[in-house]
């Protein structure tokens, strides 16, 4: 999976900087972009379908989507 980001007014060298820093996340979880990107979905369908029990994400796509979440997160408040 290619990352991509898209910040306005960022330049191509603080884009390729931010990917690279969101790469470095999911390395250090052992978890691939992908994996986390399918944990978001999980995630965020659970949600739109109001939390139903029978819909709830397993504990790795939980895990998953919060290191997506933290990834994304500027470096400042990301969790370490």
């Keep these: 999976m290619q990352l991509r980001l898209n910040i306005l007014?960022?330049?191509e060298e603080e884009?390729?900087?931010?990917?690279?820093?969101?790469?470095v996340v999911f390395v250090s979880a052992g978890v691939s972009a992908e994996q986390a990107a399918d944990g978001m979905v999980a995630?965020?369908?659970w949600d739109d379908a109001a939390f139903p029990d029978a819909g709830e994400p397993t504990e790795d796509e939980d895990d998953a989507a919060a290191v997506w979440m933290n990834?994304?997160?500027?470096p400042s408040i990301r969790a370490v």
């Design 9 to 11: 007014g960022a330049s």
């Design 15 to 23: 884009k390729q900087h931010g990917i690279e820093a969101a790469s």
């Design 43 to 45: 995630l965020e369908g």
């Design 71 to 74: 990834a994304t997160r500027p």
